[in-house]
């Protein structure tokens, strides 16, 4: 079981480079013990997969690369290859290749292959198949797959297409030691259950790894709003039923360590999920934000940008601070993390 950790899958606003180092070199003190790489805006992992990093984007990846390692979190990279379904021959196939190779240079422990935000077509799965073996057969890392229809939610299929009859059952096809990323019954589901996780593990032939997306708030609707809350419908039995528990966090990573810190806890330890989330607000950043988002959870969680007036709007300025988590909270305020189009799914 690869645990509990974190993936930058968001789209929109990146992580800024000192905040990925920051929330590795913390990871294992909140219980984390992975970080997956594979921001949407990095498109050297995505629609142009087949060009190379320009060399100083390659060096802070190494770089991150380098501190997990020394902060014993197990560091790996989404690789999207754009609908390379429609295309797959010999050439692209040594593009692959190489490209793989290009990313086992980074000291990678997993690879992730993820073709979600793909159109869908009657031959996806065997299509899929054939190319996430093609890659276990030319690397030792161990790989994270991400399919077309990750979830049960019709919007993928509104989307992405009609998904093909038996495409879960198919891709259940793929060898035993190929995780398989399963986000819920919806992209953003109210709960993850027991009963669940066993029928899409009878389905995948194994147990899912699950992809949570409880927090993201990285779309043209969710990016008008703040996922600081207490995670809810998800248990420890829930988590010993899957075979690793991914958050994609929000936009905004300072505050995603406090949504992550006790969501670690609530998993692994069990703990109350409400008390969890107000105590590691507290204690990383301290009392008087805490306060503030007991005090103003409503207009972050339900009124949003739209809604907040500007009254209300200066009373949480005024209550902010100096520190790296009120400053996010502000450029939240200011619109700073505001997500257009690109996210298909919100």
Request: some cysteine.
């Amino acid at each position: 079981m690869f645990g509990i950790g974190v993936v930058e899958g968001f789209f929109g606003p990146e992580w800024s480079w000192n905040s990925r180092h920051r929330f590795c070199e913390s990871l294992p003190a909140y219980g984390g013990d992975f970080y997956l790489y594979a921001p949407k805006r990095d498109t050297f992992l995505r629609k142009n997969w087949k060009q190379t990093h320009s060399g100083r984007l390659w060096k802070e990846i190494h770089s991150l690369s380098s501190t997990c390692h020394r902060s014993e979190v197990a560091f790996g990279v989404g690789l999207s290859p754009f609908e390379i379904h429609a295309e797959w021959n010999q050439q692209t196939k040594t593009l692959l290749r190489d490209k793989v190779e290009s990313l086992e240079e980074l000291n990678i422990q997993f690879l992730g292959l993820l073709f979600d935000d793909m159109r869908g077509a009657a031959d996806l799965a065997d299509k899929q198949i054939e190319i996430v073996e093609y890659v276990r057969d030319i690397t030792n890392t161990t790989i994270l797959f991400c399919p077309t229809y990750y979830s049960d939610d019709p919007l993928l299929d509104r989307i992405f297409g009609q998904r093909p009859d038996g495409y879960l059952e198919r891709i259940g096809n793929l060898s035993k030691d190929i995780q398989i990323f399963w986000t819920g019954r919806k992209v953003i589901p109210e709960s993850i259950s027991v009963d669940e996780l066993n029928e899409v593990a009878r389905v995948l032939r194994r147990k899912p790894f699950i992809w949570d997306n409880y927090f993201a708030n990285d779309g043209p609707k969710q990016c008008k709003f703040l996922k600081l809350k207490h995670l809810d419908g998800r248990t420890r039995n829930a988590f010993r039923h899957s075979n690793g528990w991914a958050f994609n966090l929000m936009n905004q990573p300072s505050l995603s360590e406090i949504v992550f810190a006790s969501s670690v806890e609530t998993l692994t330890g069990g703990v109350n999920a409400e008390e969890s989330f107000h105590r590691m607000a507290a204690k990383l950043a301290g009392d008087g934000l805490e306060l503030l988002l007991r005090r103003d959870q409503k207009a972050f969680l339900e009124m949003g940008l739209d809604k907040i007036d500007e009254g209300k709007k200066k009373e949480i300025i005024q209550a902010l601070s100096s520190d790296r988590f009120s400053q996010e909270l502000l450029d939240w305020l200011n619109g700073k993390y505001v997500v257009g189009e690109e996210c298909l799914t919100d």
